[in-house]
């Protein structure tokens, strides 16, 4: 009896510990990444998880095209996005008067950061100290971009005219901040495993208005919740928040009315319009509602994946180069001297 006793116990024991380390890891994945929990304020909130992208060998199945500033910085820098980025989030708002966008992105991967600081030392204007760490302050096209790494494998960026966001981020690498407030109320609605995700306030924007009647005021005061999920095929859902189940069908309506319009145009005058893989993802959208949400989803299989990768593949690609016109000539005027030379007395 003692022992069925102490086996018992030990089983109970055995199944607290089980729990706890379950709640643990259930809490850790419920929170959002690091890197996005860094981010300041916005109105648009994106991640993406590139890590699985890398053991689709994209880069070896397509040649990568680089020139111009892009592969100066790869000369300098050995870092190459498409190999090297393991994690992006981005913090995106408006300015106060509307006029413009500020923006902040923190990217995550693999690096040399002696050589990224020689690099940024090189095309920076002038340099700040915050908390041990250095700001890169850079002009471009009319805004002041503030580059900091913030550690071996983190680099931030922002383009405010207030350092105060790069602060924040900086005070946050010895904290653990909640995160943004759009982040910390809709992040729980992200659905689990997303390799992407974007959570963005009021929908569109005059930024989204299309060419005549058709624009997207629909999706004003509405909250958006998008997300891309790999499940052999690429899943795609955006979760469409508005405040009422009315506005939710409103927006349910449009969106329906629109896609049956967008059908109708790909169909009959689209580049793809009888290509069956592209026909079967645009008739895989699907619009619902629930309550107050309106559910769009899609599904992009692996054939038009790979269309898709394989057609960005050749427009990246230069055409190619032909030979240079210069030696017909001489042969030609070879040719000529080697035929005159017996007329010649």
């Known amino acids: 009896m003692p022992r069925l006793r102490k086996l018992l116990i030990s089983v109970l024991f055995l199944a607290a510990v089980a729990i706890v380390l379950a709640l643990l890891l259930y809490r850790r994945a419920a929170r959002p990444p ?15 998880n590139l890590k699985p992208a890398h053991l689709w060998n994209l880069s070896q199945s397509t040649p990568v095209v680089t020139e111009g500033d892009y592969q100066t910085f790869i000369n300098q820098t050995g870092i190459q996005f498409e190999r090297d980025l393991d994690e992006a989030a981005m913090s995106r708002r408006d300015t106060a008067d509307g006029r413009d966008t500020e923006s902040t992105e923190i990217f995550a991967g693999h690096f040399d950061p002696q050589k990224l600081k020689n690099y940024l030392e090189s095309i920076s204007a002038q340099r700040d100290s915050y908390h041990g760490h250095m700001l890169y302050i850079i002009p471009h096209e009319g805004h002041t971009v503030r580059v900091c790494v913030l550690d071996a494998s983190r680099v931030a960026v922002t383009n405010m005219v207030s350092s105060d966001p790069m602060h924040e981020i900086i005070d946050g690498l010895d904290s653990s901040p909640a995160g943004p407030s759009l982040l910390q109320t809709y992040y729980s609605k992200v659905p689990v495993a997303s390799l992407g995700w974007l959570i963005l306030r009021d929908g569109a924007s005059q930024a989204a208005q299309l060419p005549g009647p ?65 026909k079967s993802a645009i008739d895989s959208i699907h619009v619902e509602q629930n309550k107050n949400v309106a559910v769009f989803t899609a599904t992009l299989s692996q054939r038009v994946l790979k269309k898709l990768v394989s057609e960005a593949g050749s427009r990246a690609t230069p055409p190619a180069v032909s030979p240079s016109p210069s030696p017909a000539p001489k042969r030609k005027t070879r040719h000529r001297h080697r035929h005159a030379k017996p007329d010649q007395p």
């Open 214 to 278: 058709l624009n997207f005021d629909f999706l004003n005061n509405t909250v958006t919740v998008g997300s891309v999920r790999y499940e052999g095929d690429l899943k795609l859902r955006a979760d469409v928040i508005a405040s009422t189940d009315d506005s939710a069908k409103q927006v349910v309506d449009s969106a329906t009315g629109f896609l049956a319009l967008y059908r109708t145009v790909a169909r009959s005058v689209g580049t793809h319009g009888t290509d069956p893989d592209i």
């Open 34 to 48: 690091e890197i996005a929990r860094l981010l300041p304020e916005g109105d648009a909130i994106v991640y993406a």
